[in-house]
């Protein structure tokens, strides 16, 4: 069994930031892409930021040069920096994994989701 597990994330001002983190643990062999999501009241889920096993970072124009994700692979876990925080980043977000368990099936792994509110 694998699961990923979220922290961070709560209320901040505009203009403010916070980072979240999201550590896979369990039966890993490998994991490939790692990414965030996030969903808005109303909205579909969208993409916010991925990052490859090797460190290729892909970003949703919205965030681009306000967030910057990253990962320590040692420790299986993916990082997301968030700067200049907006009321429109207001969202719950989740972290995504692609990983390969023992046994050799790759599942896509979600994060329980955690709320970030950027309000005054």
């Known amino acids: 069994q694998v699961q990923l597990v979220q922290s961070g994330g709560g209320l901040v001002q505009p203009g403010g930031s916070l980072r979240l983190s999201c550590a896979a643990s369990?039966?890993?062999?490998?994991?490939?892409?790692m990414g965030w999501y996030r969903q808005a009241p109303g909205k579909q889920r969208e993409l916010v930021a991925t990052i490859t096993s090797s460190g290729r970072t892909n970003y949703a124009d919205n965030v681009k040069g306000r967030f910057t994700i990253s990962r320590d692979n040692a420790k299986n876990t993916v990082y997301l920096q968030m700067n200049s925080l907006k009321p429109e980043d207001t969202a719950v977000y989740y972290c995504?994994?692609?990983?390969?368990?023992?046994?050799?099936?790759?599942?896509?792994?979600w994060g329980q989701g955690t709320q970030v509110t950027v309000s005054s």
């Open positions: 369990g039966s890993i062999r490998a994991i490939n892409a």
């Open positions: 995504n994994a692609a990983i390969l368990i023992v046994g050799g099936r790759w599942d896509n792994c």
